[in-house]
């Protein structure tokens, strides 16, 4: 977790936050958040995953700095339990109070809780080219070799044990229909052509199972 704390200071100073003990205990309460035992595939292994996609092609954003602050916070709050995007909405005013008391500048903090607001649909306006980056490396997943993915599926199931079989697949063949219905799963080109088709073909797969 070392690794990963030294990761979070560096991208908050360079986007202006105040140096000190406080950067450290932030990003420390953000591991703790991204550690509760309820979660099994929104973890460190999914934060890890997506923060190195955003460093491997930060070339790709205009500013790589808020989208790794965003990909840090963008699921710094989740609850299974939780109603439509309210987790997507609690942890874009998680990431707009913790950035501010860290003293990041108020344009940065807007333009963060912007990120993390578009996960919820993943719906990108042509030119957020920040947007474009955070999205695609959060739906990374998808496009996986197909036992990699069948393990994200597993996980989200067990992320929601709570709801019974049935009520569960009604619900996730939604989800999974209303990405198969975005014009792209992923707007980047390098990313989108390699990873749309295999992405596509993971989501029909897991809908067919599911009916």
């Known amino acids: 977790?070392?690794?990963?704390?030294?990761?979070?200071?560096a991208t908050a100073l360079t986007a202006g936050a105040a140096d000190?003990?406080?950067?450290?205990?932030?990003?420390?309460?953000l591991l703790a958040r991204w550690r509760e035992p309820h979660r099994r595939y929104h973890t460190t292994h999914h934060l890890r995953a997506v923060l190195d996609l955003v460093d491997r092609h930060a070339d790709l954003a205009d500013r790589p700095e808020r989208v790794a602050l965003a990909a840090w916070t963008h699921d710094a709050?989740?609850?299974?339990?939780?109603a439509a995007?309210?987790?997507e909405r609690a942890s874009?005013?998680?990431a707009g109070t913790l950035l501010t008391g860290l003293g990041v500048p108020a344009a940065t903090v807007?333009?963060?809780r912007r990120l993390v607001l578009l996960t919820a649909g993943h719906r990108v306006t042509p030119g957020d080219r920040d947007g474009a980056l955070l999205c695609d490396a959060d739906l990374a997943v998808l496009a996986t070799p197909p036992e990699v993915y069948d393990g994200y599926a597993a996980a989200i199931r067990a992320e929601y044990a709570h709801v019974p079989e049935a009520d569960?697949?009604?619900?996730?063949?939604?989800?999974?229909?209303?990405?198969?219905?975005?014009?792209a799963l992923f707007r980047l080109p390098p990313l989108a052509a390699r990873w749309e088709a295999p992405a596509r073909a993971n989501l029909?797969?897991?809908l067919a199972a599911l009916r």
Do not use: H, K, Q, S
Request: net charge neutral; no cysteine.
């Open 1 to 9: 977790m070392t690794e990963l704390i030294d990761r979070w200071v």
């Open 77 to 82: 709050v989740y609850d299974p339990r939780a």
């Open 85 to 87: 995007d309210a987790n």
């Open 20 to 29: 000190g003990p406080a950067v450290t205990a932030a990003g420390a309460g």
């Open 110 to 112: 807007a333009g963060v």
């Open 92 to 94: 874009a005013e998680l």
């Open 204 to 206: 029909r797969r897991e």
């Open 168 to 183: 569960f697949r009604t619900g996730r063949a939604r989800v999974l229909d209303g990405l198969l219905a975005l014009p």
